[in-house]
């Protein structure tokens, strides 16, 4: 994505400054822009310069496994949703229809523990 242009020459980015950092400095300066809403280690250190703030991010990945197994229960519901449509046979149906009943009853537990684990995340904070 192209840098946005601006009509105003004061705000042009016109003199670049090369300065050096220790290895350790950098991968510091890597990981605040990783986490944060800057685009590059130059507009961090330019925010940084400029007193302006640096929004960092934090990510809880401690949801990340129950989501993804809500995930693929969505799937296989999309997938016995597919089938049922198209299958004409009562029979066919009505077997389709209780593995759907099957993948919704799981998600309801999965919910359950989703809720649960957000309600102790809410605690901490």
């Known amino acids: 994505m192209a840098r946005r242009k601006t009509d105003e020459a004061a705000e042009l980015l016109s003199h670049p400054i090369i300065f050096r950092v220790t290895e ?5 300066l890597e990981e605040i822009q990783k986490k944060s809403d800057c ?4 507009e961090v250190i330019r925010r940084s310069l400029a007193g302006r703030q640096v929004r960092l991010f934090h990510r ?3 949801l990340d496994g129950v989501v993804e197994e809500l995930r693929a229960i969505g ?3 999309n997938q016995i949703t597919r089938h049922f449509n198209a299958s004409s046979s009562g029979q066919r149906r009505a077997f389709l229809s209780h593995q759907a009943l099957e993948q919704y009853r799981k998600v309801e537990t999965k919910v359950n523990l989703l809720l649960s684990l957000i309600s102790q995340l809410a605690r901490k904070w």
Request: hydrophobic fraction near 35%.
């Open 39 to 42: 685009h590059s280690i130059g």
């Open 24 to 28: 350790r400095e950098y991968l510091r």
């Open 60 to 62: 809880d990945a401690s």
């Open 75 to 77: 799937v296989n519901i």
